[in-house]
């Protein structure tokens, strides 16, 4: 059984910083808060696209979810404005 800290589980896989933009960028896509969603959007990139610090190992750099991202944006609100 794993061990509890706090009130949650222990958690054997840690997201990402990365990751937890990604799920707050498609909760506001979800809600349409499609200002919100490009501010994640924005951070996110900023954040995948940054090199290393000196010194540091290489971080994975996997730029297909901030595409998608995009293009899920873009698809979003062009359904939008479409429906007004």
């Given at each position: 059984?794993?061990?509890?800290?706090?009130r949650?589980?222990v958690?054997?896989?840690?997201r990402?910083?990365?990751d937890h933009?990604?799920?707050?960028?498609?909760?506001?896509?979800?809600?349409?808060?499609?200002?919100?969603?490009?501010?994640?959007?924005?951070?996110?990139?900023?954040i995948v696209?940054?090199?290393?610090?000196?010194g540091?190992p290489?971080?994975r750099?996997?730029v297909q979810p901030l595409?998608?991202?995009?293009?899920?944006l873009?698809?979003?609100r062009?359904?939008?404005?479409?429906d007004?």
């Amino acid at each position: 059984m794993p061990r509890r800290v706090g009130r949650g589980p222990v958690h054997h896989h840690r997201r990402r910083f990365s990751d937890h933009i990604l799920i707050a960028f498609h909760l506001g896509c979800g809600q349409r808060d499609f200002e919100v969603a490009d501010r994640l959007l924005g951070i996110l990139q900023r954040i995948v696209l940054r090199p290393a610090p000196a010194g540091s190992p290489q971080r994975r750099s996997d730029v297909q979810p901030l595409v998608a991202a995009l293009e899920c944006l873009s698809a979003l609100r062009h359904s939008e404005a479409g429906d007004q």
